[in-house]
């Protein structure tokens, strides 16, 4: 299947019984529906960030990307925890491109730290990119889960892909 073919696919209906769980109240499933909002927190560190930041890469739409992080929480959520298991849903794409979108906008900005175009702290740019690497990491351990059909391992991988990179990136940007 094409990369646009997975994005805009029907969910599986194997995913249907992982409703149940994704609802509970097992602390991991509420730790997952929480996660979803963990962007549109770093989208406000971000916009009431702004000016400590743009003094480190003046050419960076700091509030432009944290108002699509705020709006990426609301989409996560909707995707991952409102609609998830219904057959079709606009939330999914909505909710895959624009964290596409996001991760690589992160990536770009982690990118300049290191080829010099932003001059953030070392500390700074090292938790950025210790962050991108490990939300990678866990999103990747995510589609495993997903694929392998593990819904407890996949709400835990995919809350460590939402709250990783950021969290990370917050307690970083707030010590400038």
């Known amino acids: 299947m094409s990369i646009f073919g997975r994005f805009f696919a029907p969910q599986s209906n194997k995913l249907a019984p992982w409703r149940s769980h994704i609802h509970s109240e097992l602390p991991l499933a509420v730790m997952y529906r929480i996660s979803c909002w ?3 927190l770093a989208g406000l560190v971000l916009i009431i960030q702004a000016v400590p930041l743009s003094v480190c890469h003046p050419e960076f739409p ?3 990307f944290g108002w699509s992080l705020v709006v990426q929480g609301w989409a996560s959520y909707m995707n991952d925890v409102v609609t998830w298991g219904m057959h079709t849903s ?3 794409p909505f909710d895959k491109v624009l964290a596409s979108i996001n991760t690589i906008t992160s990536g770009v ?3 300049h730290q290191h080829l ?3 001059s953030f702290p070392p500390v700074v740019g090292t938790v950025l990119s210790v962050a991108l690497a490990t ?5 990747w351990r995510s589609s495993i889960a997903l694929h392998a059909n593990d819904c407890m391992d996949f709400m835990k991988w995919h809350s460590g ?3 990783s990179l950021p969290l990370m990136a917050s307690m970083a940007i707030l010590t400038l």
């Open 38 to 40: 963990m962007y549109s």
């Open 62 to 64: 700091f509030q432009t």
């Open 90 to 92: 606009y939330w999914k």
């Open 109 to 111: 900005l982690v990118g």
């Open 116 to 118: 010099g175009f932003a």
């Open 135 to 139: 939300a990678l990491y866990c999103k």
């Open 161 to 163: 892909w939402h709250y």
